[in-house]
């Protein structure tokens, strides 16, 4: 018999098994799918790594700090700001504290007015002040409202706030938590963002290659929770004290009818190879324009190169929200919106893979870190849609559930 049955080899079960284990708890981890990861995966298709929905670390995380080896997984940052379509070219805005040398470029571009740019300021020192926990705490509205409350114009807003977080959030309303909104400004203040050198499957892999050998099984499929143990759709039973269900919310709510599911953030992500970058430099660009489909685009093979072939490269395009239209259409879509801002070598853009992420990000409203969750005897909780949807709310979850276990067998816990 296991001391601890995980369930779901995503960030917060490897986490959580990382924890237990640097206590010597006995555990193990069971996957149903063909990799560690979770939502955080990476297929290699044709010579380039496509993650599944472009995402990013936000080397700020303090459970990330705490866990990964940044310097192992060989992170490529990007620049520390943007670059905005509108008014029929490209402009330049750039965190002035990373980057006093665009300065110029950001004041002059059309995106906003001085005023705006101050305000920045002002929500950047509201988001770093006092502890994680009382920003967590602090009276809660949108993001959309708590921006207009800080003085941002509404041309800031629908020409950088709304594509920029929109793509953080995968929220074009911005009807995401104020919370949310200044943990991720804390976040982008305090660190890079960044990629792994070879896509962000390299980070849940990291958290898994920690672990002893065998703690890990793929493909071992959890049809239900029994007393004291979990019954594999096969009908193997796996015996253990205490189980961690740490699948993502809907998963949850199948083995567990005490548990709500979330509701969810929809996403395509739509991937081109090009012969060559249409940026040639490492930044996110956003639509400013509040028309189209393309909320934002990422050339990832100028932020780490080894996502795409010698000699070739890898553009990334976020399309927000439900669909509803067939793949071909779409792409045709997307490559004629785009031949406006890169010209008329767009047509020669490869498609390679389209993933529809109907559970890209769990809906967190009212937004609170719940330090463990217990759902009965034995059996706890843990996920980002118990948390901040991200990364760091998914690897905090897993910590903070093996803690309550440590607690439980009367060892000493705490932060690693």
Not at 235 to 241: A, F, L, N, S, T
Not at 284 to 298: D, F, P
Not at 373 to 378: D, Y
Request: glycine share 10%.
């Amino acid at each position: 018999m296991k001391d601890v049955v995980i369930v779901g080899g995503g960030l917060a079960g490897l986490t959580c098994a990382r924890r237990l284990q640097a206590d010597g708890v006995d555990c193990t981890v069971l996957e149903a799918s063909d990799g560690v990861g979770g939502r955080v995966r990476t297929d290699e298709v044709e010579g380039f790594r496509l993650d599944r929905g472009f995402q990013v670390l936000l080397t700020a995380y303090p459970a990330a700090k705490r866990w990964l080896d940044y310097e192992r997984l060989e992170l490529k940052r990007f620049s520390a700001g943007a670059r905005v379509w509108c008014e029929g070219r490209m402009h330049r805005v750039s965190d002035p504290w990373r980057e006093p040398g665009a300065l110029w470029a950001t004041l002059r571009a059309p995106v906003g007015s001085l005023a705006d740019k101050l305000s920045i300021a002002t929500l950047r020192a509201a988001a770093r002040r006092g502890t994680m926990a009382e920003l967590f705490a602090r009276s809660e509205t949108t993001a959309l409202s708590a921006l207009r409350a800080h003085g941002f114009s509404e041309r800031m807003i629908e020409r950088f706030m709304r594509p920029w977080l929109g793509g953080v959030f995968l929220d074009t309303k911005l009807e995401t938590s104020s919370r949310m909104l200044e943990f991720v400004f804390r976040m982008f203040a305090e660190g890079d963002t960044a990629v792994p050198a070879l896509g962000m499957q390299a980070i849940p892999e990291q958290l898994a290659a920690g672990l002893i050998p065998g703690t890990v099984r793929l493909n071992a499929r959890v049809a239900a929770l029994e007393t004291g143990a979990v019954r594999l759709v096969g009908g193997e039973r796996i015996e253990g004290r205490q189980v961690v269900v740490a699948t993502e919310g809907a998963g949850a709510a199948e083995l567990l009818p005490e548990v709500e599911a979330p509701t969810w953030r929809e996403v395509t992500a739509v991937y081109f190879a090009a012969k060559k970058s249409p940026l040639r430099e490492p930044t996110l660009v956003l639509n400013g324009t509040g028309r189209g489909r393309v909320n934002n685009v990422a050339v990832l093979s100028e932020v780490a190169p080894g996502y795409a072939p010698a000699g070739e490269a890898l553009v990334s395009v976020s399309v927000l929200g439900d669909q509803a239209m067939d793949e071909a259409p779409l792409v045709a879509e997307i490559s004629g919106e785009l031949a406006a801002w890169f010209g008329a070598e767009v047509k020669d853009w490869r498609h390679l893979r389209s993933y529809r992420l109907k559970r890209a990000l769990p809906v967190r409203w009212p937004l609170a870190r719940l330090s463990a969750v217990a759902v009965r005897p034995g059996v706890w909780l843990a996920g980002d849609f118990l948390n901040s949807a991200s990364i760091q709310g998914a690897m905090e979850s897993g910590e903070n559930v093996a803690e309550a276990i440590l607690r439980e067998k009367g060892r000493p816990a705490g932060r690693v």
